[in-house]
């Protein structure tokens, strides 16, 4: 078996979701930079913190795009649709369209790259010459490695 076949890279529309995931990651951590050089408050170990943790899991998010790893698809697109939300209040209630339109353009980008068919495809482990129904049924990316296990000799 080829090793192209073992890693599985994911389409390019995911790896760019992973660059645009990690926008808002790269953010959260600027915050926490400024709030921890500028900030006065009583709590500021507790707010840079909690920016600095939330950015980190959101560039966790964005890595995994990155590296082809399934997993980070579901918590990706909950970022992304916090970016709308958040782009939306910017843009209406606060009337900073300035900087509220980018943010929801952002979200929803990830969230049609990470829907379009070569992206549900990878996500699933559907082969060329099945459908998503097929591949769902076969237990899709866990299913193809319970194949590949049962069909290489064990190393083990």
Request: charged letters at 20%; glycine letters at 12%.
């Amino acid at each position: 078996m080829a090793l192209a076949d073992k890693i599985s890279p994911a389409p390019r529309e995911v790896r760019y979701a992973g660059l645009l995931t990690a926008l808002p990651g790269f953010a959260l951590i600027a915050i926490g930079i400024v709030l921890a050089v500028t900030g006065t408050s009583p709590d500021l170990v507790a707010e840079v913190s909690y920016y600095a943790v939330l950015g980190l899991a959101v560039l966790a998010c964005a890595t995994g795009l990155l590296l082809g790893k399934t997993w980070a698809r579901s918590p990706s697109l909950v970022v992304a649709l916090i970016l709308v939300g958040v782009g939306w209040y910017a843009t209406g209630p606060s009337d900073q369209s300035g900087f509220g339109v980018p943010i929801m353009i952002a979200g929803v980008a990830v969230i049609v790259l990470l829907f379009r068919r070569d992206s549900r495809a990878w996500v699933l482990g559907q082969r060329p010459d099945e459908t998503e129904d097929e591949a769902a049924r076969r237990g899709g990316v866990s299913g193809r490695a319970a194949e590949r296990e049962r069909d290489e000799p064990g190393d083990r």
